[in-house]
């Protein structure tokens, strides 16, 4: 069974101070790593998919990096409007089609 | 803004009752996927549909049913409902259903069963 695990659950971090978060995952004939950023009570947002070993995306603040047991992604320089909830998800391959097995995320806080 | 609308934004009935809730893809996306999402589970894949057939299960329950109709807009039922059914339900679609393709989530449903 395809299993994805976030850490930490909750990040409190002051304006400017970079830190990294990670996601674990174990699945069958990886097919992509996604990221998604969710604001309470709306639909996440997309932010990345990382498809091999190696691979390194990166957008403004964010960058994120893939190896064959783990994602993680770093963010530089945070600023108050990057507070959200990161998801991290996975896609298997075989008959999974487009199904995303998601972690349960991290809480990022981050205070002026 | 994301292209996937859903509605209704927000659901409030009782236990027993049925509902329908409704998604609209992205423009030229063919597969449109159902999520639930709630405090104790996170966000839990329920069923796919890729240009009118169903492609792939997950957790759904059999209270539960879905389908994509030819416009390529999606509904998803939810019938006997239970307390425990109270949740955000999420539709997403991609372009092809699987492969190199992203998938965008809606704004979401709420649902409460008071």
């Known amino acids: 069974e395809d299993q994805v695990t976030q850490s930490p659950e909750a990040l409190r971090l002051q304006e400017g101070e970079s830190s990294s978060l990670n996601c674990s995952y174990t699945?069958?004939?990886?097919?992509?790593l996604f990221w998604y950023r969710q604001d309470p009570g709306k639909g996440p947002e997309f932010l990345f998919t990382?498809?091999?070993a190696g691979e390194e995306k990166e957008k403004e603040r964010l960058k994120a990096t893939l190896t064959k047991k783990e994602s993680f992604l770093h963010i530089t320089a945070p600023k108050p409007e990057d507070s959200a909830t990161y998801l991290c998800a996975v896609r298997a391959g075989g008959t999974s089609y487009g199904k995303l097995t998601f972690g349960q995320g991290t809480i990022l806080t981050v205070h002026p | 803004d994301s292209g996937v609308t859903q509605t209704p934004k927000h659901l409030i009935t009782a236990t027993g009752q049925r509902v329908t809730l409704r998604c609209s893809p992205r423009?030229?996306?063919?597969?449109v996927y159902w999520y639930q999402q709630s405090l104790d589970q996170g966000l839990q894949f329920l069923i796919q549909y890729y240009n009118g057939e169903e492609r792939a299960k997950g957790n759904i329950l059999e209270r539960f049913s879905a389908q994509q109709f030819p416009d390529l807009h999606s509904e998803l039922n939810l019938s006997s409902l239970e307390l425990g059914d109270s949740a955000l339900y999420f539709c997403a679609s991609s372009l092809i259903q699987g492969g190199r393709s992203e998938q965008f989530f809606g704004p979401g449903t709420r649902l409460t069963v008071l």
């Open positions: 990382l498809y091999s």
């Open positions: 699945v069958s004939g990886l097919r992509g």
């Open positions: 423009s030229g996306d063919l597969s």
